[in-house]
């Protein structure tokens, strides 16, 4: 049975909350609604992206993938457009049209393998026809959103994102003391030094830009210790995201 929004039911008795769910999820990006997606995410969800290779950025938990899709909608240069919608009891598979860039290099076909629980996605498994190298948007999108959460911990004095944003073998060459900038290989390294930052109450990041180029991304900020200019320093971070999670970042401030 095939409806008019080109869903096709291999079980035409029980269509009923896997259709709906999907339904809700596909329209969320059509209409470019990132809200509509916290009803939609189960609390132990878990997304495999299409890329990279060789198996795709795994996203696990409700927050994590609410912040991953609500990145994605909110991309002005991304939009789906459905192919077909094939649902069979609490699984769907959506073949889709991907549109990143004008012409006919700008899109890519794929499939989301989707299954659902009480009315909400609880996997979502991702494959596109495209090689590996090639950056759909979607490395972009998800460095924009490893930075996102990145700039919030610092911003809300609130570290407890960061472990899982931080690469195991994450460098930072700090932006002090001069002239190379203390140095701190590893997980463990980096996330005692941005802890201490993300949590000290007296200081503020205030952000004045941030671009976001395939894995890159540069962050430009004013650090503040007080309430007049003199009390602040104006910085940039360069930043280098690989598999959701940060590799690098170099750190340089407007010294004396």
Known sequence: MTDRNRFI???????????????????AFQHKDPAAIRD?????????????????LRVEGYEANVAFWQ??????NGSFEVEDVVISG???????????????????????????????????????????VTDLGQLSQTTSEVIRRFNEAFQRHDPASLPELIAEDCVIENASPAPNGSRHVGRQAC????????????????????AVT???AT??????WGDDEGQSVRGVNLMRVRGGQIVEARGYVKGA
């Not at 132990?44 to 795709?56: K, L, R, S, V, Y």
Request: charged content about 25%; some cysteine.
């Open 191 to 210: 996330l005692e030094l941005w802890g201490r930052l993300a949590t000290n109450a007296g200081t503020q990041f205030d952000l004045e830009d941030v």
């Open 71 to 76: 990145a994605m909608i909110a991309d002005p």
């Open 40 to 56: 939609l995410v189960a609390p132990d969800c878990i997304m495999e992206a299409m890329q990279p290779a060789p198996d795709g």
């Open 90 to 132: 609490d699984r769907a598979t959506n073949r889709w049209r991907y549109h990143f860039g004008a012409g006919d290099g700008g899109s890519v076909r794929g499939v989301t393998l989707l299954r659902v629980h009480d009315g909400r996605i609880v996997e979502a498994l991702g494959y596109a026809k495209t090689p590996a």
């Open 9 to 27: 039911f291999t079980e035409p008795t029980q269509p009923g909350a896997t259709a709906e769910a999907v339904r809700r999820f596909i329209a």
């Open 219 to 224: 962050i430009r900020w004013r650090l503040r």
């Open 214 to 216: 395939g894995e890159s």
